[in-house]
């Protein structure tokens, strides 16, 4: 296995060893793995263009690494425990041989489908064993996934298709969400209608018996031929730079952009990552609940804990179903040792049952964590007192879809943990604190902007189709640092503590959401003039969305028009979107220029109108009273 940090004095050498000769230190990690060709340059490292590259003249395949290497020792132990959304129902367990073998499977389905590498597939799926041996069949065959997550519309669903040039989607045909199946292949369906003749095959993984709409000139159906395939496919040997992924994320300004990552660095991050955040041993049961449609269920649900030859558990449906005991009876059931979790289930769970962790033992934890967004100190000590009953750290992972995998986190056992504090970077990660000016600063007690001033093996490499917006948005902003767009304090002990987004980006249990983004789908509502979008403090997600709108004429029936606003965002995007409050302004605070005054919107939805401060630099700073009086707090 590779490098694991088992104490304090060992962290601190590694990570100046990883500071001073970051080369050396991950040319021994990637060491690790099989390569059919050796790098022949650790790190090409143009932080400005930028045009980062890893092990580059490196080939591989990233499958190979993730199962074939694991068949001779680890054959038959399980790779994923799969938990259905209903509690009755049979859970599977799938060994590293056999998922192999369905990977191969479906991969040789994919070739005979005419996928080749370097082609695009977009993935929609629910939380079920198929939806990664599809991301493994693409990785195996060259090709690159863009998994789309299955409660976005089929609006966005279709952007994203568009924006990659996807010519194949793999989904399901009915997702089971808690009581209710949804029927996604119909979402696709209708995003394939807003953009035809661009796809040019599904294929749908019939999860239910239910009838589904079938257009049989585009649907292929899983089951019809994906088991009939030989279980052996040779692997594409990929360049080290090569694509491994797209996945969407969104930003301050414009659509969501597609982050791309690489197989090499990636591999090595993920895997490095996991081995250590998670004290990872050889017969652990670990369980990351994040769907794989976000960043944290591809690096820490599929790619980490597989290289690592890990259990990964795998479960279909929600923390609340059939009721708020779910997550720690699973935990029972299997024995888990390294849960995963994000703030926003952790808070719901809190608000919903405080006690019911109680009714479980939940003895096999040795460490918990969390990941998305801040942990408030009352989240952190109700998660460590009641699930980690006082003995358990808690890992506060910060990071982003950008990253790859995990910056910052305390080391479990090994650095002490504080509520509120993600504490320290991991080996090969340099963070510093900016001021505005991008002026560093030093020593500790420091607050600003977080950067990170060296690459590492798993930064974005470029935003799909649009390099250009991947300089300015994280590497024009501070010339030679990746910027991140968090502010974050060091305290008197050199941990960090994230203390949320400076730009116009939201985070919503956990889902990234750029407010341009909820205002344009609100303004295609004919009646909508205009709109602005900001966060507001909300108990159980983090932030909410707090949504100020401008009608075109007299609002008479304004729940109705409320009910029809939250209609279009859920079409334009998806319900995770849908504003939390709803304030008609017939005036929205303008400067001279036209720019509408954010802070003062988002202090009125803070419930902070006394912070407002200065009003006279807008020219109809007079509405800003009315404003205030029509809060909808
Ligand atoms: C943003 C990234 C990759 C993790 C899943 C979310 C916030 C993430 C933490 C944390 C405070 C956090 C940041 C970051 N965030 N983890 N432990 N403490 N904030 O990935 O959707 O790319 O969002 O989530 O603001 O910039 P993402």
Redesign the pocket.
Same mark, same amino acid.
């Given at each position: 296995m590779m490098l694991q940090i088992n104490s304090l004095s060992q962290y601190q050498d590694e990570y100046r060893r990883s500071i001073e000769h970051p080369e050396q230190f991950w040319a021994e990690q990637a060491e690790h793995f099989e390569w059919h060709r050796k790098w022949h340059t650790v790190l090409k490292n143009d932080f400005i263009t930028p045009d980062v590259r890893w092990f580059e003249g490196g080939r591989l395949n990233i499958t190979e690494n993730c199962l074939d290497r694991h068949i001779a020792d680890k054959g038959d132990k399980p790779a994923i425990i799969w938990e259905p959304n209903d509690p009755t129902g049979p859970s599977i367990s799938i060994s590293y041989r056999q998922l192999l073998a369905q990977v191969n499977q479906c991969a040789n389905a994919l070739r005979s489908m005419g996928v080749s590498k370097g082609d695009r597939i977009c993935i929609y799926m629910p939380m079920i064993p198929q939806a990664v041996v599809a991301m493994l069949a693409c990785a195996r065959v060259g090709a690159v996934h863009s998994i789309v997550f299955a409660g976005f519309s089929a609006k966005s669903l279709s952007d994203r298709i568009t924006d990659t040039g996807c010519k194949w989607v793999i989904c399901s045909d009915y997702n089971r969400r808690g009581a209710k199946d949804i029927a996604v292949k119909e979402v696709v369906d209708e995003a394939l209608s807003l953009e035809p003749n661009l796809v040019e095959k599904v294929l749908v993984y019939k999860h239910t018996n239910k009838t589904t709409c079938w257009n049989p000139e585009l649907d292929v159906c899983w089951q019809d031929i994906v088991p009939l395939m030989p279980e052996k496919c040779a692997p594409e040997i990929m360049d080290s730079e090569d694509m491994l992924f797209i996945l969407y994320?969104?930003g301050s300004t414009g659509k969501p952009k597609g982050?791309v990552h690489t197989i090499g660095g990636y591999m090595v991050f993920t895997c490095f990552t996991f081995i250590n955040t998670f004290q990872y041993k050889n017969d652990d049961i670990y369980w990351c609940t994040?769907d794989i449609g976000? %960043? !944290?269920g591809h690096?820490y649900g599929v790619y980490g804990p597989l290289l690592a030859g890990a259990t990964t558990l795998m479960f279909e449906g929600v923390p609340n179903y059939p009721d708020a005991g779910r997550f720690w009876q699973i935990i029972d059931k299997y024995r888990v040792t390294q849960f995963y979790t994000?703030?926003t289930a952790i808070r719901s769970l809190m608000a919903s049952a405080w006690d019911e962790p109680d009714k479980y033992k939940l003895d096999s934890l040795k460490v918990i964590g969390?990941?998305?967004?801040?942990?408030n100190e009352e989240a952190w000590h109700w998660y460590d007192e009641k699930v980690g009953r006082g003995k358990v750290p808690i890992v506060?992972?910060?990071?982003?879809?950008?990253?790859g995998g995990?910056m %910052? !986190?305390p080391l479990p056992g090994i650095t002490d943990t504080k509520p509120?504090y993600?504490s320290y970077p991991l080996p090969g990660v340099q963070p510093v604190i900016v001021n505005q000016d991008g002026k560093i600063l030093e020593g500790n007690d420091v607050e600003g902007l977080l950067c990170i001033r060296f690459p590492w093996p798993s930064v974005v490499r470029t935003t799909y189709g649009d390099h250009e917006r991947c300089r300015t948005t994280y590497f024009a902003p501070f010339p030679g640092f990746y910027f991140?767009?968090?502010a974050a304090r060091r305290d008197s002990e050199g941990r960090y503590r994230?203390?949320?987004?400076v730009d116009d980006?939201i985070?919503v249990s956990?889902?990234?959401l750029g407010t341009a983004e909820v205002e344009d789908a609100i303004n295609s509502h004919p009646e909508i003039v205009e709109s602005a979008v900001v966060g507001f403090p909300h108990p159980i997600k983090g932030q909410g969305i707090y949504a100020y709108v401008t009608a075109l004429h007299d609002v008479e029936d304004k729940e109705k028009l409320i009910r029809e606003v939250l209609q279009v965002v859920t079409e334009q995007i998806g319900a995770i979107a849908k504003p939390d409050k709803i304030q008609f302004a017939p005036q929205l605070p303008k400067t001279r220029s036209g720019k509408i005054m954010r802070r003062i919107l988002r202090k009125i939805a803070e419930g902070a109108p006394e912070q407002i401060g200065d009003t006279s630099t807008l020219i109809n700073p007079e509405c800003v009273q009315d404003l205030i009086d029509g809060c909808e707090l």
């Open positions: 994320t969104s982050a994040a976000w %960043i !944290t690096s994000a703030p969390s990941v998305g967004e801040p942990i506060d992972t910060w990071w982003q879809t950008e990253n995990i %910052i !986190t509120c993600a991140t767009g968090d994230i203390m949320g987004r980006v985070n956990g889902h990234r």
